[in-house]
C-alpha cells in the first residue's frame, strides 16, 4: 500500500510503498477515509530532531484519522467491517491510573508502550495511508450517522485539542465573559466553534490573514483582529479596561505569549496549545495576578465522543481541503506556506472497500 512516511528528523515526507499491516489479537485494521494534516507534523519535517520528542523516525505520518473497520484482530468484539469509525490519537499503556481514567495523552508509564506520549503518526504508523493498525479497539469510537470519516478526521485533533483546551475554563467563561482566540488555522477555527457551541462568552480572534479573519467570523467569533502592537490595549478597550477571562494561544511563539499575557485579566486562563516554541517570563508582576498558565496536550476518548456528538448536532464542522494521497506533499507545502484555511484532510479511500 501507499504511505506517507516521515523517514528523518528535518526531512520532507515521502510517498513509499510499503506492506500492508495485518491486525493481529486485540488489534483492528482500518481503512483510512480522512487523515488531517497538523501544523505538529510541519515541526516533525523540519524544526524537531533527535531526543526532542520521546520517540524517533521512521513512521507513517497522521495523526488525526478516521475510516472505516477493516479487518478485526482475534478477540476483539463490538466492532463490525465497514463500521464508520474516529481514531482516539493518544494511544497509552492502556493499564495505569492515567489510562485507566482516560487520560492516556498522561500515561504514566509510557515506557510500557512503543511511542511513549505518541500513537499512530507521532512515533507509531499513522493514518497517511490506506491502512492503519490500531493497536486496540478501545482507540476506535463509532462515528455518529451522517458523518462521513473525511469530515470527522479532523474532529480528533482540530477539535479536540481545543474542547480539552477550553473545558478548563468552563466556569470562567459564563455570560459577559471575553475569550481570545490567538491564531485561527486549523485548531484555531474549531476553537471558535467549540467556545461557541458549549460557552456563553463573546469571543474575539485574531489572525494576520484576512481570509483567517473571515473564517472566524463563519465560525462564531464576535470580533476579528489582526495582530500588532496595539493588539492588548485592543482587546482591554473591547472589555472595558479588565482584560479577556481566558486566551488560549494557538500559535505559541514568544510574541503571541507576551500579547496573551498582556490582555488577560486578573484571575483569569491562559493556555498554550501551539507549538510555536515561545516561552513566557513569569514573574510576580505579570501576568497579572492568580492568572493561570497552562499548557495543553490534545485531549481523550471521552472527550470525542463529546466532540462528535456536538459535531452531529451541526454545532462544530471542520472546514476541510481535501487532498488525495498522491497530493499529501503538496498539501503540507501548501500549509507551510499559510495557504491553508480550515484543516487538508488526506484521503486515501473516498469509500469503504471490503
Ligand atoms: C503533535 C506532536 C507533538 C505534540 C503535540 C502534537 C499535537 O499536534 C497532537 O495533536
Ligand atoms: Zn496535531
Ligand atoms: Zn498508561
Redesign the pocket.
Known sequence: MKALRLEHWQSPAVLRDVDRPEPGPGEVLVQVGGAGA?H?DLHLMHEFGEGQ?PWSPPFTLG?ENAGWVHTLGDGVTGLEPGQPVAVV?AWGCGTCERCRADLETYCDHPERTRAPGGGGG?GLDGGMAEFLLVPDARHLVPLPDGLEPVHAAPLT?AAL?PYHAVRRSWGKLGPGATAVVIGVGGLGHLGIQVLHATTAARIIAVDPRESARDLAKRSGADLVLAPGDALAATVREATGGIGADVVLDFVGSDETLLSAAAMVRQLGDLTLVG?GGGTLPVSFFSPPYEVSVQST??GNRHELVEVLDLASRGLLHAEVRVFGLEEAVTAYELLAAGAIDGRAVIAPNTEYRP
Open positions: 497538523c505538529s520528542l495523526h490519537g507521532l485533533d485539542t507549538l496536550y490534545w
